[in-house]
Protein backbone atom coordinates (compact mmCIF):
# COMPACT_ATOMS: atom_id res chain seq x y z
CA UNK A 1 0.00 0.00 0.00
CA UNK A 2 2.83 2.54 0.37
CA UNK A 3 3.16 2.54 -3.15
CA UNK A 4 0.00 3.76 -3.38
CA UNK A 5 0.38 6.14 -0.39
CA UNK A 6 3.91 7.14 -0.26
CA UNK A 7 5.55 7.26 3.18
CA UNK A 8 5.93 11.01 2.92
CA UNK A 9 2.39 11.97 1.95
CA UNK A 10 1.18 10.09 5.13
CA UNK A 11 3.64 11.52 7.33
CA UNK A 12 2.52 15.08 5.81
CA UNK A 13 -1.50 13.70 6.55
CA UNK A 14 -0.28 12.93 9.96
CA UNK A 15 0.98 16.46 10.81
CA UNK A 16 -1.96 17.99 9.55
CA UNK A 17 -4.45 15.75 11.46
CA UNK A 18 -2.35 16.20 14.49
CA UNK A 19 -2.82 20.11 13.77
CA UNK A 20 -6.28 19.72 13.26
CA UNK A 21 -6.86 17.21 16.14
CA UNK A 22 -4.82 18.40 18.53
CA UNK A 23 -6.84 20.93 20.01
CA UNK A 24 -9.76 18.89 20.34
CA UNK A 25 -8.56 16.28 21.96
CA UNK A 26 -6.97 19.10 24.76
CA UNK A 27 -10.61 19.92 24.96
CA UNK A 28 -12.12 16.78 25.56
CA UNK A 29 -9.13 16.16 28.77
CA UNK A 30 -9.99 19.36 30.24
CA UNK A 31 -13.57 18.49 30.30
CA UNK A 32 -13.52 14.78 31.09
CA UNK A 33 -11.15 16.27 34.20
CA UNK A 34 -13.44 19.45 35.01
CA UNK A 35 -16.64 17.07 34.41
CA UNK A 36 -17.69 20.61 32.79
CA UNK A 37 -19.25 20.43 29.21
CA UNK A 38 -18.02 24.23 28.58
CA UNK A 39 -14.45 24.10 30.15
CA UNK A 40 -11.82 25.31 27.58
CA UNK A 41 -7.88 24.35 27.62
CA UNK A 42 -5.60 27.30 27.50
CA UNK A 43 -3.40 27.91 24.41
CA UNK A 44 -0.38 26.05 25.31
CA UNK A 45 -2.20 22.97 26.24
CA UNK A 46 -3.70 23.11 22.52
CA UNK A 47 -0.45 23.39 21.50
CA UNK A 48 1.15 20.64 23.42
CA UNK A 49 -1.54 18.30 22.66
CA UNK A 50 -1.08 18.93 18.78
CA UNK A 51 2.54 18.10 19.10
CA UNK A 52 2.71 15.36 21.15
CA UNK A 53 -0.31 13.88 18.98
CA UNK A 54 2.54 15.23 15.74
CA UNK A 55 5.03 12.98 16.96
CA UNK A 56 2.64 9.84 17.67
CA UNK A 57 1.09 9.60 14.79
CA UNK A 58 4.10 10.35 12.73
CA UNK A 59 5.33 7.25 14.71
CA UNK A 60 2.55 4.93 13.74
CA UNK A 61 2.87 5.98 9.84
CA UNK A 62 6.44 4.61 10.02
CA UNK A 63 5.64 1.62 12.77
CA UNK A 64 3.31 0.39 10.15
CA UNK A 65 3.00 2.63 6.58
CA UNK A 66 -0.30 2.63 4.86
CA UNK A 67 -2.22 -0.15 6.10
CA UNK A 68 -5.69 -1.11 8.45
CA UNK A 69 -3.64 -1.39 11.42
CA UNK A 70 -2.01 1.72 11.45
CA UNK A 71 -5.54 3.47 12.43
CA UNK A 72 -5.21 1.36 15.66
CA UNK A 73 -2.13 2.87 16.46
CA UNK A 74 -3.36 6.58 15.02
CA UNK A 75 -6.89 5.89 17.23
CA UNK A 76 -4.86 5.08 20.33
CA UNK A 77 -2.06 8.20 19.64
CA UNK A 78 -4.90 9.97 20.13
CA UNK A 79 -6.68 8.08 23.27
CA UNK A 80 -3.07 8.31 24.70
CA UNK A 81 -3.30 12.36 24.56
CA UNK A 82 -6.71 12.30 26.35
CA UNK A 83 -5.96 10.03 29.06
CA UNK A 84 -2.62 11.28 29.98
CA UNK A 85 -4.25 14.50 30.57
CA UNK A 86 -6.66 13.66 32.49
CA UNK A 87 -5.09 10.97 34.62
CA UNK A 88 -2.25 13.83 35.55
CA UNK A 89 -4.93 16.05 36.50
CA UNK A 90 -7.52 14.03 38.15
CA UNK A 91 -6.32 10.86 38.44
CA UNK A 92 -9.03 8.83 36.18
CA UNK A 93 -8.78 7.17 33.25
CA UNK A 94 -11.81 7.78 31.91
CA UNK A 95 -13.86 4.59 30.35
CA UNK A 96 -15.31 7.23 27.83
CA UNK A 97 -11.94 7.44 25.90
CA UNK A 98 -10.70 3.86 26.45
CA UNK A 99 -14.20 1.46 25.85
CA UNK A 100 -14.36 3.08 22.17
CA UNK A 101 -10.55 3.07 21.82
CA UNK A 102 -10.18 -0.51 22.63
CA UNK A 103 -13.43 -1.40 19.67
CA UNK A 104 -11.88 0.69 17.12
CA UNK A 105 -8.48 -0.99 17.78
CA UNK A 106 -9.83 -4.71 17.80
CA UNK A 107 -11.81 -3.53 14.49
CA UNK A 108 -8.48 -2.18 12.75
CA UNK A 109 -6.59 -5.18 13.31
CA UNK A 110 -9.64 -7.09 12.36
CA UNK A 111 -9.98 -5.83 9.06
CA UNK A 112 -5.68 -6.01 8.52
CA UNK A 113 -6.04 -9.13 8.83
CA UNK A 114 -8.88 -10.06 6.81
CA UNK A 115 -7.36 -7.81 3.75
CA UNK A 116 -3.81 -8.85 4.46
CA UNK A 117 -3.98 -12.21 6.14
CA UNK A 118 -2.29 -10.98 9.38
CA UNK A 119 -4.47 -13.36 11.76
CA UNK A 120 -1.65 -14.59 13.49
CA UNK A 121 -1.10 -11.03 14.39
CA UNK A 122 -4.54 -10.60 15.04
CA UNK A 123 -4.62 -13.30 17.43
CA UNK A 124 -1.95 -12.67 19.50
CA UNK A 125 -3.11 -9.17 19.67
CA UNK A 126 -6.40 -10.58 21.77
CA UNK A 127 -4.00 -13.03 23.90
CA UNK A 128 -2.18 -10.45 24.46
CA UNK A 129 -4.86 -7.50 25.63
CA UNK A 130 -6.49 -10.74 27.46
CA UNK A 131 -3.27 -11.38 29.47
CA UNK A 132 -2.27 -8.10 29.93
CA UNK A 133 -5.86 -7.52 31.57
CA UNK A 134 -5.90 -10.39 33.53
CA UNK A 135 -2.84 -9.58 34.88
CA UNK A 136 -3.14 -6.86 36.29
CA UNK A 137 -6.59 -7.06 37.24
CA UNK A 138 -5.18 -9.73 39.96
CA UNK A 139 -3.04 -7.15 41.11
CA UNK A 140 -5.17 -5.02 41.19
CA UNK A 141 -7.28 -6.98 43.35
CA UNK A 142 -4.54 -7.70 45.61
CA UNK A 143 -3.22 -4.27 46.45
CA UNK A 144 -5.61 -1.42 45.45
CA UNK A 145 -3.62 1.14 46.69
CA UNK A 146 -2.01 0.39 43.31
CA UNK A 147 -3.22 -0.25 40.06
CA UNK A 148 -6.46 1.19 39.49
CA UNK A 149 -9.50 -0.63 36.99
CA UNK A 150 -8.64 2.02 34.98
CA UNK A 151 -5.13 1.24 34.97
CA UNK A 152 -6.37 -2.16 34.06
CA UNK A 153 -8.35 -1.83 31.23
CA UNK A 154 -5.78 0.87 29.99
CA UNK A 155 -3.22 -2.12 29.89
CA UNK A 156 -5.39 -4.55 28.17
CA UNK A 157 -6.13 -1.82 25.36
CA UNK A 158 -1.87 -1.63 25.63
CA UNK A 159 -2.08 -5.36 25.13
CA UNK A 160 -4.11 -5.36 21.84
CA UNK A 161 -1.52 -2.94 20.21
CA UNK A 162 1.92 -4.05 21.57
CA UNK A 163 0.99 -7.59 21.45
CA UNK A 164 0.12 -6.94 17.61
CA UNK A 165 3.62 -5.88 17.67
CA UNK A 166 5.23 -9.06 19.59
CA UNK A 167 5.33 -10.83 22.75
CA UNK A 168 8.58 -8.89 23.08
CA UNK A 169 7.38 -5.96 22.84
CA UNK A 170 4.53 -5.97 25.08
CA UNK A 171 6.56 -7.42 27.66
CA UNK A 172 9.65 -4.60 27.67
CA UNK A 173 6.26 -2.09 27.30
CA UNK A 174 4.55 -2.84 30.28
CA UNK A 175 8.13 -3.40 31.95
CA UNK A 176 9.70 0.48 30.67
CA UNK A 177 6.06 1.81 32.08
CA UNK A 178 5.93 0.36 35.50
CA UNK A 179 9.81 1.00 35.72
CA UNK A 180 9.04 4.72 34.21
CA UNK A 181 6.46 5.15 37.20
CA UNK A 182 8.36 3.78 39.78
CA UNK A 183 11.30 5.77 38.59
CA UNK A 184 8.64 9.06 39.00
CA UNK A 185 7.61 7.72 42.81
CA UNK A 186 11.11 7.94 43.71
CA UNK A 187 11.73 11.32 42.50
CA UNK A 188 8.68 12.91 44.19
CA UNK A 189 8.89 11.34 47.25
CA UNK A 190 13.27 11.99 47.36
CA UNK A 191 12.09 15.96 46.59
CA UNK A 192 9.53 15.75 49.20
CA UNK A 193 6.77 16.00 46.69
CA UNK A 194 5.17 13.12 47.68
CA UNK A 195 4.90 10.49 50.66
CA UNK A 196 5.19 6.97 50.25
CA UNK A 197 1.39 6.96 50.71
CA UNK A 198 0.64 9.17 48.11
CA UNK A 199 -1.59 7.85 45.08
CA UNK A 200 -0.13 8.81 41.96
CA UNK A 201 -1.52 8.13 38.33
CA UNK A 202 -0.01 5.29 36.70
CA UNK A 203 -1.20 5.80 33.01
CA UNK A 204 1.04 8.02 32.33
CA UNK A 205 4.19 6.11 32.92
CA UNK A 206 2.33 3.12 31.26
CA UNK A 207 2.01 5.09 27.90
CA UNK A 208 4.88 6.17 27.69
CA UNK A 209 6.54 2.77 28.39
CA UNK A 210 4.51 1.95 25.28
CA UNK A 211 5.83 4.42 23.10
CA UNK A 212 9.28 3.33 23.76
CA UNK A 213 8.80 -0.28 23.34
CA UNK A 214 7.36 0.46 19.79
CA UNK A 215 9.79 2.64 19.30
CA UNK A 216 12.73 0.18 19.35
CA UNK A 217 10.67 -1.76 17.07
CA UNK A 218 12.09 -2.29 13.19
CA UNK A 219 9.26 -0.56 10.83
CA UNK A 220 6.33 -3.51 10.79
CA UNK A 221 5.14 -2.53 7.57
Known sequence: MDDVLPRGLLLAAALLAAAATGPLLARTAVRLAARDAVARPGAARALASAAALAVLLCGAVLLTGARPA????????????????VDLAVHRLPDRVTYPAAAVVAAALAADAALLGTWPDLLRALLAAAAAGGVSLLGALAGPSGLGLGDVKLLALLGLVLGWAGWGVLLAGVFLGLLAGAAVSLLLVATGRAGWRTALPFGPPLLLGAVLALLVEAPLA
Do not use: R
Open 70 to 85: TLAYAWTAGAAVVLAQ
